[in-house]
């Protein structure tokens, strides 16, 4: 990944999040919502209808409902029959392990709630834009509120949502719900929300495993709705043995109908795991004939079941009637779509059935995998494909396809998806195996503001003696030419002929050419030959036009700015800026790590023509993004910095020159051969010293500081906020305190409020 096509916001592993769309595939297409998971799946024939916990609903106020309950109880049950009498719109989202993404979540959310009240571009934008997660979670409260109407959020399956930052997002919905609207959660563990505060208000309704037990005659009702027919004193003891338990009373109704010679006698059940395998091994697999329960033993390792899959995965045919057949058997097997394409078995059917294959069957799994792989990558179903090579360690089938995907999960902006993909890389101990990978990798946590990890990442793909070629054609020594030119780890030459050879090399396909013609130029710039440099970058500007990646071309377009300030020819210099400015206008890649020179030069430009509150905007936009410039990305960090400093010089303000070159000189004593970055960097920390001081505020703030702030107009503690930092309590109070006194404020609440009027956090 190029770091001059590419940008992210800061993040670290779980952390990742505010990774822009990829500039240099503008065609791919945003975050997806599969149709499924916008609605609850349709009620199996014979459910009961719950009165009980429906009217106890009914009867409560509390805006927050939480229904948690191991597998089983009929949670999506009870949802989706209150929804289907609700008196407000219903948004749904079931969850699954994607939502793990914060981008993923928010697109998941806004769609449900779109699809309830249209809700302008600006929510799907903001999402876009990758803003902090906070922000995002305010953005879907303002949401909610405008609606005309009071809406009711249900959001099913929360067990799947284990990220701490998704969990966030969450949690400021649940805390910030408008008033009249409600939120309703499932999840088979209890959500970690802000409870006691919620319950102490009295603003949460907690439905769990009593209320979800069925009683007797509910017991009764979904007997008869099965065909069978017991006396009382059965069906008694039947609820006794299951505790109400719905799943247990369902599948005895199950193995009763498929011929158990005494039902009501052989039926045991206590409620643990163990005995459920037992009971459904016994009673409902035991009863299927060899071929069928093989069929679903195999067919177990995928998550959703069509004909087509189930073929290839079984190397079988006929797999489609069989599954029809297995909906119509009531077998457990559930239908995902209208036109009984897809389905899915159980999930505590699933669970056994894929124990049953590792026990009787485990040389098989690899196999299955392998064929599942092969079928979804045909197929144009890439990651399904990934997840399946994982699982049948088909490494080389997993580097090709993460090869591919890459680029277009985070253009998407599936950030945490990528950072996944490159641990299970890690894990594997892959990296020195697929150089060109690992490349890829180490630009990656570059952009993302984590040098040490790319230094790490770059050492591991240099070490390497493995040569492979990319699926567009491209080498691997071509591909570590062109990571070695983005580090710029070992001077200015060195950069310049990475990038020549990087260019010469890449395939004639590769996106990433205009990125070495760009780095060439600026290799030139920073050795003091404006001229060589100028012709570069206005090649490189016009190919990054052609290919659509517009954040690089307003990038370059920035540096041509600076070239035309630096011969004092402000004309030009404004007409880039402006040129720059125009690309990202919209605020879509305001967290882009390649949008920080241009908010620094717009600065500059403002400041030229006397519009002095544009320019404190733009430094705060840019002062925003400073903790992704590091040493890691050297060049156009450094120059980045100069800018600013420049442009706080020109508005008299020392402390915010003095903080930027502090972290300008920080990278040059790790890069120091930088060409005249370090001179003009001495220079202006001269100048800074001999202009007038005045009183620190924002824009004093370091780069760590500058991390942290946005944590604070959260709902986490210290502790909780140095969790997600990677440092400890006491480093985060430091720095938080560090930050009053520069803001001059004396609780947090008040340095929030002045961050957010300064534009250094978001809402």
């Not at 010679?261 to 091994?281: M, Q, S």
């Not at 490159?422 to 697929?434: C, F, I, K, N, V």
């Not at 020159?657 to 790790?670: E, T």
């Not at 400890?728 to 957010?756: C, F, H, M, N, P």
Request: charged share 20%.
């Amino acid at each position: 990944m190029s770091s001059v096509d590419h940008s992210a916001g800061a993040a670290r592993r779980h952390l990742s999040k505010n990774v822009g769309s990829n500039p240099v595939h503008p065609e791919l297409p945003a975050t997806s919502v599969r149709e499924s998971k916008l609605r609850p799946i349709g009620a199996r024939v014979g459910i009961v209808r719950r009165r009980a916990v429906l009217d106890r609903i009914e009867r409560s106020e509390a805006p927050v409902v939480t229904v948690v309950a191991p597998a089983g109880y009929g949670k999506t049950t009870v949802l989706r029959q209150w929804t289907e009498h609700s008196s407000s719109p219903v948004a749904w989202l079931s969850t699954d392990d994607a939502d793990n993404d914060p981008v993923v979540l928010c697109t998941g959310l806004a769609t449900a709630l779109d699809r309830q009240s249209p809700l302008g571009s600006g929510l799907f934008a903001a999402v876009a834009s990758r803003r902090a997660p906070a922000a995002l979670a305010a953005l879907l409260v303002q949401a909610m509120a405008s609606m005309v109407l009071p809406i009711t959020l249900v959001v099913d399956q929360l067990e799947c949502v284990t990220n701490a930052e998704c969990l966030d997002i969450l949690r400021h919905v649940a805390v910030g719900l408008p008033a009249g609207s409600r939120m309703f959660l499932s999840s088979r563990v209890q959500p970690r929300l802000s409870t006691p505060r919620l319950r102490v208000q009295g603003e949460l309704l907690e439905i769990g495993t009593r209320e979800l037990a069925l009683s007797a005659d509910e017991a009764t009702a979904l007997l008869v709705a099965a065909g069978v027919d017991l006396g009382e004193n059965d069906v008694t003891t039947l609820v006794e043995r299951t505790e109400g338990w719905p799943a247990g009373l369902y599948l005895a109704s199950v193995a009763m109908t498929v011929g158990s010679p005494d039902p009501a006698t052989e039926f045991e059940l206590r409620g643990d795991n163990r005995l459920v395998g037992d009971y459904l091994r016994d009673e409902v697999l035991d009863r299927l004939s060899s071929h069928d329960a093989s069929f679903l033993r195999r067919a177990s390792i995928l998550e959703s079941m069509s004909g087509g899959v189930c073929d290839a995965t079984l190397d079988v045919t006929g797999s489609a009637a069989l599954l029809e057949s297995f909906e119509d058997r009531n077998l457990l097997v559930v239908p995902l779509d209208e036109r009984r394409e897809w389905y899915r078995v159980h999930r505590l059917l699933g669970e056994l059935l894929r124990s049953e294959l590792h026990r009787h069957e485990p040389e098989l799994e690899a196999q299955l995998h392998a064929r599942a792989a092969a079928w979804y990558q045909a197929n144009g179903r890439p990651e399904h494909a990934l997840r399946h090579a994982q699982a049948a360690t088909d490494h080389d089938r997993v580097a090709r396809l993460m090869g591919d995907l890459m680029q277009p999960v985070w253009a998407s902006g599936q950030a945490e998806t990528v950072q996944r993909w490159l641990e299970w890389l890690d894990d594997e101990d892959l990296l020195d195996r697929y150089p060109a990978l690992t490349a890829h990798g180490a630009l990656w946590y570059a952009l993302l503001g984590y040098p040490a990890d790319a230094e790490t990442w770059s050492n591991a793909a240099e070490r390497s003696d493995v040569s492979m070629e990319a699926a567009d054609g491209s080498s691997t020594e071509s591909t570590l030419a062109y990571m070695r030119a983005c580090l710029c780890r070992d001077g200015v030459a060195a950069m310049r002929a990475d990038s020549i050879v990087a260019h010469q090399t890449l395939a004639p396909t590769s996106p990433y050419r205009t990125s070495m013609v760009f780095t060439e130029g600026l290799s030139y710039l920073i050795d003091g030959d404006p001229e060589h440099a100028e012709t570069l970058l206005i090649r490189s500007a016009d190919g990054a036009l052609a290919i659509g990646a517009d954040p690089l071309a307003a990038m370059i377009f920035a540096v041509l700015g600076q070239l035309a300030a630096a011969r004092d020819d402000w004309t030009g210099a404004a007409e880039h800026g402006d040129r720059a400015s125009s690309l990202i206008g919209d605020g879509t890649f305001d967290e882009y790590w390649s949008s920080a020179p241009v908010f620094a030069f717009g600065a500059r430009v403002a400041i030229r023509s006397g519009r002095l509150d544009v320019a404190r905007t733009q430094l705060a936009r840019a002062a925003h993004l400073r903790p992704l410039l590091t040493y890691a990305l050297p060049v156009m960090s450094v120059s980045t910095l100069l800018d600013m400093a420049r442009a706080y010089l020109a508005l008299t303000d020392r402390a915010g020159a003095v903080a930027v070159l502090n972290q300008a000189h920080s990278i040059i004593r790790q890069r120091p051969d930088l060409g005249e970055l370090g001179p003009q960097a001495d220079e202006l920390s001269a100048r800074a010293e001999s202009s007038a001081t005045i009183i620190a505020g924002g824009t004093s703030l370091t780069a760590a500081e500058l991390r942290l702030a946005p944590f604070l107009a959260t709902h986490l503690t210290l502790q909780e906020i140095g969790v997600r930092l990677y440092i400890s309590r006491s480093t985060v109070k430091t720095q938080a305190v560090a930050i009053y006194r520069k803001l001059g404020a004396g609780t947090r609440s008040e340095a929030v409020d002045q961050l957010r009027e300064l534009g250094l956090i978001g809402l």
